[in-house]
């Protein structure tokens, strides 16, 4: 039996989305594309995921060959109230990562997928439990992992992930940057309508 998908067209530059994508064996073109983020902090952390990757998509959907789906995305680390976006520099990383030691914290990713006039918008949350970072752990971390390109500072797939975080709670691709059980039930219903 053979099992077909729709070529995705990934509009960003992330290589842990084009990874994840690859592992659900689909075929994939990525392209990074420059994008203005705007938080609209009045909205909700779910909501603020997903206006931020559906703002993304009407910016891409253009770029979109017939025989595609679009693939936009956007992943937030929020710390109760507070927001932790890609850090600035080194210092700000090793701030957000102290802010995330010893406790708990919520990673959100919102998903635009579709076509031009069919565009669907979801997202997920996941809970992550960190132990303790001391500050020479932190310094470590930033120093050889360089996580300027992940919000919160970390990746869940990185020695940080592998050391430190002893539970979750939801999806751990999504973490990485994509819920990829929610972009497969996603392409197997639009094959069905």
Known sequence: MQYTMPTIFLASGSPRRLELLKNLD????????????????????NK???????YKAKQAITHIKNDEILLTADTI??????ILVKPRNQNEAFEFLTKLSDTSHSVIT?????????????S?????YFEPLSKQEIHYYVEK???LDKAGAYGIQEWIGWSKI???EGSFSNVMGLPTHMIHNYLVNWQKS
């Not at 392209?31 to 203005?36: D, Q």
Request: glycine share 6%; proline share 5%; net charge positive.
């Open 145 to 147: 992992y360089k996580p």
């Open 110 to 122: 919102g998903v635009t997928m579709g076509i031009p006039n069919k565009l669907s918008t979801f």
């Open 26 to 45: 689909l075929n994939v073109r990525q392209k990074k594309l420059p994008f203005t983020e705007k938080i609209n902090r009045r909205l909700s952390s």
């Open 166 to 168: 002893f539970k979750i």
């Open 48 to 54: 603020i995921a997903e206006e931020i990757s559906y």
């Open 77 to 82: 680390v929020c710390k109760g109230n507070e």
């Open 124 to 128: 997920a949350e996941t809970k992550v």
